[in-house]
């Protein structure tokens, strides 16, 4: 058997970049002006989401230079807290974590290439089309998805770029810039619940940063490439993000972009123009591409994993020829369609970002509780500030989640019955299994 082919630093890099980089970025100001006026709040807004992306990317990677096996949080609440809690989080990437994410990003794509059809297509159409193409070159040779993933996720970084310079030269609103300056909500929007609310907007477009922890046995040097990955790509999104909000909140009124879910493009018409716009939005649309293209490389990993692991799950682990998950690429893809048809826009971001929150947190709580139970672990990478990091993470999170569930509790109840339907297939199957054990004992 030949060596599997691994993916460089530069490959780890982009997929981080391209699974943080998308739906969010472009959409979830719109929802965030609803609750919040003040501009200097949705900044620290952006700001606070970056730093609790990175107090999480330095508890992953510790994680994974110290547990360098593909799976993410798969693995690491497997070796903290056993296989029950491991199975809920692989559960959860099974059947949202990766899914949900692409339907958003593809629904997304359908909203800003709309803007450049002649003609009305049904955006489900565009939506699903997408899917069913990143799907087929992902089940191409893995080198053809590699370079693809490299390339797309170059463009995005010299897309957003560009858009944060023009919108800075062009943007001269003295209005604009007056009411960035403004001290009228300040400290009662910080307090609010609207705030909390939203940093689940925020922390869902900041999700991403821990993508190469689902594949660390597919990436040279795991031990030094993935936490490099985690690390710079976290930190190179959070200076973009943060300058790309102030650039649309500079160019463009509230009014004209809250509740609108292509406010890229609502910005752009400010900036350039409508055919100015109209590239834009094009733009943006083809660069959505490279979030669902990174995902549909990055989520059949973590799901042929854990069914490596179970055998009710086995069917999935197959893997080609070529050395690709097939049975869980198309599976994922499947998921994927689904949700996009059945479900709208926001509630896939709150109902995912409440489950990712969730097991993100278990993750820090299993780094500290790592810290104490393998001892004898080499950790060539350390949290710094430890344990101020993680428990501040940790904190965080668990504040953000209880505003969601007082403000927005059908979502993450739905959230929780995802969960809660795992853990009822896992003890389905683990007394099955032990029925047949004591039936072959006898």
Request: glycine share 6%; charged share 10%.
């Amino acid at each position: 058997m030949g060596t599997k082919t691994k993916f460089n630093f530069a490959t780890a890099f982009s997929l981080v970049v391209a699974n943080m980089v998308g739906v969010g970025i472009f959409t979830s100001l719109g929802f965030q002006l609803f609750g919040l006026s003040d501009y200097r709040v949705i900044l620290i807004l952006w700001i606070l989401g970056g730093l609790m992306a990175i107090m999480g990317s330095f508890c992953y990677a510790e994680l994974s230079a110290a547990f360098p096996r593909s799976g993410g949080e798969y693995n690491f609440l497997s070796e903290a807290f056993g296989r029950f809690i491991g199975f809920l989080s692989g559960w959860v990437s099974i059947t949202l974590g990766f899914s949900a994410p692409i339907a958003a990003a593809a629904h997304a794509f359908a909203k800003y290439f709309s803007h450049l059809m002649l003609f009305k297509i049904n955006p489900d159409v565009i939506s699903v089309s997408l899917i069913v193409i990143i799907t087929i070159v992902h089940l191409l040779k893995k080198n053809v998805g590699a370079s693809f993933q490299v390339f797309i996720t170059s463009g995005k970084i010299v897309l957003m770029a560009l858009f944060i310079i023009a919108g800075l030269y062009f943007s001269t609103s003295d209005t604009q810039i007056n009411y960035l300056v403004t001290n009228h909500n300040l400290s009662s929007e910080l307090f609010s619940s609207a705030f909390w609310v939203s940093l689940i907007y925020v922390t869902y477009a900041y999700s991403g940063w821990n993508a190469t922890a689902y594949m660390i046995e597919e990436i040279e040097s795991p031990e030094k490439n993935v936490p490099r990955s985690i690390l710079t790509g976290t930190v190179v999104v959070m200076f973009l993000y943060v300058l790309m909000n102030f650039v649309f909140l500079l160019s463009a009124p509230a009014d004209a972009m809250r509740g609108k879910e292509d406010v890229g493009f609502v910005v752009a018409d400010y900036i350039f123009s409508n055919k100015g716009a109209i590239i834009i939005g094009g733009l943006i649309s083809f660069f959505l591409v490279s979030t669902i293209s990174s995902m549909v490389l990055v989520g059949p990993r973590v799901i042929s994993r854990v069914a490596q692991d179970f055998q009710e799950l086995r069917y999935l682990s197959v893997y080609s020829k070529n050395d690709i998950p097939v049975r869980a690429i198309i599976i994922q893809s499947l998921i994927a369609i689904l949700i996009l048809l059945t479900t709208d826009f926001q509630f896939v971001i709150t109902c995912i970002g409440f489950v990712l929150t969730l097991f993100t947190t278990l993750t820090a709580v299993g780094l500290i509780w790592l810290r104490k139970k393998r001892v004898d672990v080499v950790r060539p990478v350390r949290v710094p500030l430890y344990p101020v990091l993680p428990i501040a993470y940790i904190i965080f999170n668990c504040w953000i989640m209880y505003y969601l569930l007082i403000n927005k509790s059908k979502e993450s109840m739905i959230g929780i019955s995802f969960v809660a339907f795992g853990a009822l297939f896992y003890m389905v199957f683990s007394k099955q299994k032990n029925n047949i054990a004591t039936e072959n004992e006898n």
